[in-house]
């Protein structure tokens, strides 16, 4: 079923034989929403400080080794028997 009348046509001079040769105006019909959805992604640069603490243990094992010394000591010992005359 198609209705012939649709958006005023049958006013506007379409009815058969009737008002042939005249210009018509351009029928506005009623406007036709369309919805376009975008997505913009963006980048955000975000800072994550992270410190590092170190410690430093000096650990000292202690070791002992012996150090000899010596030392000398020089005696004299006079044996006298008396005098050179003696010998003699």
């Known amino acids: ?12 001079g379409y ?3 009737m008002n042939q040769g005249m210009v018509e105006q351009p ?3 009623p406007t036709i ?5 975008k997505e913009f992604y963006h980048e955000v640069p975000h800072v994550c400080p992270i410190h590092t603490h170190t410690v430093n243990r000096h650990i000292y094992k202690h070791t002992y080794t012996p ?5 000398e000591e020089c005696q004299v010992v ?3 028997c008396g005098k050179c005359s003696n010998f003699m």
Request: glycine share 6%; charged share 20%; net charge neutral.
């Open 15 to 17: 009815n058969m034989g």
């Open 1 to 12: 079923m198609f209705n012939r009348n649709c958006c005023g046509r049958q006013m506007m």
């Open 33 to 37: 929403n369309k919805c376009v959805e």
């Open 67 to 71: 150090q000899y010394t010596c030392s």
């Open 78 to 80: 006079n044996n006298d």
């Open 27 to 29: 029928v506005i019909e």
